[in-house]
């Protein structure tokens, strides 16, 4: 696992591309860092990432009750955040050949569920 000053340990890394209108291919990374204690938050955590590539290399992360909840938060924001930038870039972004970043997903194919309605 890598390791970063700003982020601490890196626990998950996912490279996408941007895809500009002319076909100009620019890669992307996202880095999230390992949920660690917030001590001036009275037991919460904070989940650190960091968005690189796509525009100006920036952090930032969430704040949860817990470490899972913290882990959680911090990668709805950072799909916020990738939605946003692409938009402002005017790029799409794709994940293997795909036109999404796969940060969310429905589990129940993956679990043999039956699908949400």
Do not use: K, N
């Amino acid at each position: 696992m890598t390791t970063t000053q700003q982020l601490g340990q890196v626990v998950a890394e996912r490279r996408f591309e941007a895809v500009a209108g002319d076909g100009a291919r620019t890669p992307v990374t996202v880095l999230i860092g390992a949920p660690v204690p917030d001590p001036a938050a009275g037991g919460d955590w904070f989940c650190p990432h960091r968005v690189e590539g796509l525009g100006e290399d920036s952090g930032g992360g969430a704040f949860g009750v817990d470490s899972l909840q913290a882990l959680l938060l911090s990668v709805h924001a950072l799909q916020l955040a990738l939605d946003q930038r692409a938009e402002e870039a005017s790029v799409r972004l794709e994940w293997l050949g795909l036109p999404h970043t796969g940060l969310t997903v429905d589990p129940a194919p993956y679990l043999g569920l039956r699908p949400r309605d």
